[in-house]
């Protein structure tokens, strides 16, 4: 006749029975025994929404709007100055340029004339000195003022060439002059003068409003549409009244929400069900009417498989049998409540 083993009431206890015996266990009373809680998987990561910024108040938005606008007016307009001043600085530039290049010319034909001038007179003093001394039968000074005359014409010739090089690049450069344009003055800015100071701004955002003459006069024509329906000028009403008879301001299109997504949740894993025991549960609670549980060999091998050695590393045999055998104990209280039915 086998001994009979008393149910083991520790960990210690349970170690002692080989896990190929059935384990009676004596569990202590309810709310006594910490309990290990039932391993999970981890939650999946669900990210938190993403909280929109909340949106300005309406006149907030205006008025950070008009603060943005007056910030681009003012660049803008001395951007246009700064443009204007650079246009001045570069015409006095190329006046100065011109200047000195003529005072240069200037300067090196008139050498050229003093030089041709020069030569002429040279030449004709030589000629008369050349008479003499063949008068005289001077064959020495003949030859010498003959050769003087011969040098005098030389640079005549090349005086005379030049002459007319400067004479043809004046020419040139005259006509170069007056085919160029004259220096533009930033004709747009000067048009934009005769803007009322309060529509300037949206002028420069839609120029051809100002330098065509048909599209100037249909806005005219809605500006004074935008006057009888009581819109101040000025105002972003009276500039949106104007652009949508224009054809310049688009309706915003309705945008379509994306439909929540259901949400999925992750799967647990689940301990099997510990089988029927031999004690009978009670008939109020559902409860076996001792705590004593018997684990099989099977089902100790349940407990360390599915809740010790791969549920929690961490967790010895003894303690995942223990586990085990409240879970077991659980689940017939709920058995006895009617919560489980028996499979056939």
Do not use: C
């Amino acid at each position: 006749m086998p001994r009979l083993r008393p149910a083991a009431k520790t960990k210690e206890e349970i170690a002692l029975v080989p896990p190929t015996e059935s384990l009676d266990i004596e569990l202590a009373p309810e709310g006594q025994l910490q309990e290990v809680a039932p391993l999970e998987p981890e939650p999946a990561a669900v990210e938190p929404p993403q909280s929109e910024p909340p949106e300005p108040k309406p006149e907030e938005g205006v008025a950070d709007l008009r603060r943005r606008l007056d910030e681009a007016q003012r660049a803008e307009a001395i951007a246009n100055q700064r443009a204007i001043e650079v246009e001045r600085e570069l015409a006095t530039e190329k006046t100065a340029r011109q200047r000195s290049e003529d005072d240069a010319y200037d300067a090196n034909y008139a050498a050229v004339l003093n030089k041709i001038d020069s030569a002429e007179v040279m030449i004709g003093t030589l000629e008369r000195s050349l008479h003499a001394a063949f008068a005289e039968g001077d064959h020495a000074a003949q030859a010498r003022i003959t050769r003087e005359i011969a040098k005098a014409s030389t640079e005549l010739e090349i005086a005379n060439g030049y002459k007319a090089q400067y004479e043809e690049a004046k020419k040139t450069a005259t006509s170069q002059r007056q085919a160029a344009p004259p220096p533009q003055v930033n004709q747009f800015e000067a048009q934009l003068q005769t803007v009322p100071e309060w529509a300037r701004s949206w002028a420069r955002q839609h120029p051809e409003y100002v330098t065509d003459a048909r599209k100037s006069n249909r806005f005219v024509g809605f500006h004074y549409e935008a006057q009888d329906a009581g819109l101040r000028e000025g105002t972003p009403a009276y500039f949106k009244f104007v652009e949508e008879k224009l054809g310049l301001r688009q309706q915003p299109e309705s945008v379509e929400e994306p439909e929540p997504q259901p949400r999925v949740e992750a799967r647990r894993n689940v301990v099997p069900a510990a089988p029927p025991t031999r004690d009978t549960p009670s008939a109020s609670t559902g409860r076996p009417q001792s705590n004593r549980i018997t684990l099989t060999p099977e089902e100790r091998d349940i407990a360390w498989t599915t809740i010790g050695r791969s549920g929690n590393g961490g967790m010895s045999r003894a303690e995942a049998e223990i586990e085990y055998a409240k879970q077991k104990l659980r689940y017939l209280e709920e058995r006895g409540k009617g919560n489980y039915q028996e499979r056939g």
